[in-house]
């Protein structure tokens, strides 16, 4: 009985980890190029009287339909230098 209790244990804990580890993976891709890792960047808006506030930079994002080095093809949302890359290298 004991041994069952653990394995079901065990087995709770590492779903738990898949699903944590899905979500971490989802929130970390939000706004990020699939290819290059590209994600926000930060600066400063800068009024005419040069008076500065913080602003963040979103990268230009597409959704392509790409294929994988495995050959495996799948949609993904690169940035608008790796799609010119990409455009650039297909055959
Ligand atoms: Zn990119």
């Not at 009287?49 to 230009?60: A, G, P």
Request: charged share 25%.
């Amino acid at each position: 009985m004991y041994v069952n209790i653990k394995k079901c244990l065990l087995f709770a804990l590492k779903y738990v980890n898949i699903v944590l580890v899905n979500s971490l993976e989802k929130i970390i891709m939000a706004k990020v190029c699939e290819a290059c890792g590209k994600g926000k960047a930060s600066g400063n808006n800068v009024s005419h009287s040069k008076r500065r506030t913080r602003r963040t930079f979103d990268v230009n994002l597409h959704k392509k339909d790409i294929v994988t080095i495995n050959g495996v093809e799948k949609r993904a949302y690169l940035c608008t230098r790796c799609v010119r890359t990409s455009n650039k290298h297909a055959q």
